[in-house]
């Protein structure tokens, strides 16, 4: 979002805005029901579909911020992969399962299967497709739990 935008957009409205935030304010200070929290979120929403601002357009920048954090996640734990790849421990669960613990991450899977649930950090990032990193971390950590 552009600034001079918002600018501009203050500069013709501050009549309305500053309405606005005084009638926000009398019914903040002067109701104290569910009412007035109800009123409160209709005269926000209200000026921000005055000011242009739609539903869609704050759908989209939600969109964009997910994929790009989640993006960052399997980067970042991509690359400690590679990095913890000596320290993980192969566990075969004896059902077909087995689990992957190395220090920030966890990978749970089940034999023959193309997908792992990846945890890093202690918190869930889904279900991965198995990649060529993902193979090599499989198999050093294998190696490791075999040597040892």
């Known amino acids: 979002m552009d600034t001079q935008v918002w600018i501009e957009f203050l500069k013709q409205n501050w009549l309305v805005i500053a309405i606005a935030l005084i009638i926000l304010f009398i019914v903040l200070n002067v109701l104290r029901t569910v009412i007035k929290w109800v009123l409160a979120v209709l005269i926000i929403g209200g000026l921000l579909v005055y000011s242009g601002i739609s539903l869609d357009k704050i759908g989209e920048v939600v969109s964009t911020v997910k994929e790009e954090t989640v993006d960052t996640i399997k980067a970042e734990a991509m690359n400690m992969m590679m990095k913890e790849a000596k320290e993980a421990k192969y566990t075969s669960n ?7 613990k190395a220090p920030n991450l966890e990978l749970k899977g089940s034999a023959g299967s193309e997908k792992v649930e990846v945890t890093f950090r202690g918190v869930s990032v889904g279900k991965w497709d198995i990649n060529d990193t993902i193979r090599s971390f499989i198999n050093d950590a ?4 075999a040597t040892k």
């Open 94 to 100: 004896g059902d077909g399962t087995y689990s992957i």
């Open 142 to 145: 294998k190696s490791n739990t």
